[in-house]
Nanobody, 125 residues
């Protein structure tokens, strides 16, 4: 099993940046693709970005491409989400997740085997 712990969320003004971290422990982190999702109040959990195990390939939801950057440091067992030019509509709980079976980045939350507890991001206007 993999344990995931997100951090780095908080309250920021629109236009500012945040970097979220997801620290992993347990099974060999560097073997797996990692992703970030978010869930706003009253909305479904949505895919944001994914990165493959070697950090050689990334994939983004169209809506966040250009503002958000996913990266990972396998030596630190950590995946990051750099979020720039934040908007009030980015307000949500942000989650990292791992899929032990897929070589891709499924957009459905049901495809993922393990989740962190989430970190709240609130963007004020």
């Amino acid at each position: 099993q993999v344990q995931l712990v997100e951090s780095g969320g908080g309250l920021v003004q629109a236009g500012n940046s945040l970097r979220l971290s997801c620290a992993a422990s347990g099974r060999t982190f560097r073997r797996y693709n990692m992703v970030w999702f978010r869930q706003a109040p009253g909305k479904v959990r949505e895919f944001i970005a994914g990165i493959n195990w070697a950090a050689a390939r990334t994939y983004y939801a169209n809506s966040e491409k250009g503002r958000f950057t996913i990266s990972r440091d396998n030596a630190k067992n950590t995946v990051y989400l750099q979020m720039n030019t934040l908007k009030p509509e980015d307000t949500a709980v942000y989650y990292c997740a791992v899929d032990f079976d897929s070589d891709g980045f499924p957009s459905s939350p049901a495809a993922y085997d393990c989740w962190g507890q989430g970190t709240q991001v609130t963007v004020s206007s």
